[in-house]
């Protein structure tokens, strides 16, 4: 809020009061920032203020009743803000089996320490529905404030086997067992938590956990047999595998505001399990809005087709909706409020055994946070060469590339992680006809479309002189 704004509250400040508080500073100019703002905004001196008046008198601040203006959101940070910083520790152990086959387990850890986020210190309570500083400032609206309140911890054990000239072979095996954990993973476009008198309820496993990562990279030289046309010799064939278990991905309702905070940072009830919400790839996630023929449907992409569930799993999956949220109890006035106003509904698994709920008036979500995974990623590589001699001093190579050579499909994660679209992209249950969708290959998610980084197949060709 710029210092000098108006304020409009009570009988004291009916008719407008000039805003408390100044900013001053000595010597520094900030250029015209545009050809309509040819002087641009001069700090002067310590006795004239930053924001000129044509500015700050048409910013006005109020209690929102009568004829006032509403409340003007701030942003605050911690007069007394640290440095985050993170602790590291290994213990690793190597085995040489040979002088050519080795073993190494390492494991790994970290704590991120004084991590930054973001709290609103004047969230409405859900029960109440009254703000803490509406007494002491009612033309004040959320007041997002910047702190080191997170942290982080990364536990894993880290292995390798390796392998040099054996037998013409060589290879690297490498597996990850992990778990990363922290409160909020992205600083960049960070959401609110949940609750922020309680953020802590937000700790949960990092946007990047990748719970199981093996890659195995194999060159292999074959063997050779000499001969005047070369056809024998020369040939090497290359992979690199990689598999690993699905990232994270959160679920935050940005349109509704059933709990009442006015943040918009709420997540849902849970019945079941959270592995049957496991992102379904191409396809959105069951939403029924009743139990009669066409009442759950879910959204193909690219097609943009919307498929209805058999009549029978529709009744069934609209039965056991009902069942959590009978006529009557807050969550089905939730539910109902979402399905008339088109801004979500039940959501149902596929395997039609677990159910997502909104969460009911003026109460928070049951559900914890990235508590849903992706589909993980699976890519086979393999290229074969094959080197001439062209004489004593030059030889060449010729290549045959391809990238996941089995065109296994990999879809994007809904919320972002790092193989995924920005922040919360496909992960609001509000928005209807898109959530839990991957909806994209984790390349064109990512607007980086590299060779071998999850698109589909691919095949390149290549010539090599040497000399």
Not at 168 to 185: E, I, N, P, Q, R
Not at 309 to 324: E, F, I, N, P, V
Request: with cysteine.
């Amino acid at each position: 809020m710029p210092t000098g704004a108006t304020l409009f509250y009570g009988a004291q400040c009916a008719s407008g009061c000039p805003g408390i508080g100044s900013i001053f500073a000595t010597g520094v100019t900030l250029l015209p920032t545009s050809p309509g703002n040819p002087v641009g905004i001069t700090w002067k001196d310590q006795t004239t203020a930053i924001y000129p008046s044509t500015v700050t008198s048409q910013v006005q601040c109020g209690d929102g009743l009568l004829n006032h203006p509403g409340p003007c959101d701030s942003f605050a940070m911690n007069r007394n803000f640290r440095t985050p910083y993170v602790e590291n520790w290994t213990l690793g152990i190597q085995h040489a089996f040979s002088g050519k086959v080795s073993l190494d387990a390492t494991y790994v850890g970290n704590h991120g320490v004084k991590l930054p986020g973001v709290i609103d210190l004047n969230q409405t309570d859900p029960v109440t529905g009254v703000q803490p500083f509406a007494a002491t400032f009612p033309y004040l609206g959320f007041i997002n404030y910047l702190s080191n309140i997170y942290g982080s911890a990364y536990h894993g054990l880290q292995t390798t086997l390796t392998a040099r000239n054996y037998h013409g072979l060589d290879f690297v095996a490498g597996y990850t067992y992990s778990h990363a954990l922290d409160d909020l993973s992205s600083n960049w476009v960070a959401f609110l938590p949940m609750d922020s008198t309680r953020p802590f309820l937000d700790h949960g496993s990092s946007d990047e956990d990748i719970r199981h990562r093996f890659t195995f990279s194999i060159t292999y030289a074959l063997p050779e047999r000499k001969t005047r046309s070369q056809l024998l010799e020369g040939w090497q064939v290359n992979t690199i595998i990689t598999m690993q278990s699905g990232q994270p991905w959160n679920v935050n309702d940005q349109s509704n505001n059933f709990s009442g905070t006015n943040d918009l940072a709420d997540r849902w009830d849970l019945f079941g399990n959270p592995a049957d919400f496991k992102s379904s790839g191409q396809n959105s996630l069951p939403l029924c809005i009743n139990g009669a023929p066409g009442g759950c449907t879910y959204v193909n992409s690219p097609s943009g087709n919307t498929i209805a569930l058999s009549d029978q799993q529709t009744a069934a999956d609209w039965g056991a909706c009902l069942s959590h949220a009978p006529a009557g109890s807050a969550m089905n006035a939730s539910l109902m409020a979402a399905i008339s106003g088109g801004s979500g509904g039940c959501y149902a698994s596929f395997n039609g055994k677990s159910f997502l709920l909104p969460n009911a008036m003026g109460a928070f979500g049951t559900m914890g946070r990235n508590i849903f995974r992706d589909t993980g990623f699976h890519n086979v590589d393999l290229s074969v060469s094959k080197n001439f001699r062209l004489g004593e001093r030059m030889k060449a190579q010729f290549r045959l590339e391809t990238f996941n050579i089995f065109n296994h499909p990999n879809y994007a994660n809904p919320n972002g992680a790092t193989s995924g679209y920005g922040q919360g992209a496909f992960a609001d249950p509000s928005a209807v006809g898109s959530f839990g969708c991957g909806c994209a290959t984790p390349d064109n998610a990512a607007f980086n479309p590299v060779l071998g980084s999850g698109s589909n197949r691919a095949i390149q060709l290549g010539l090599k002189f040497i000399f």
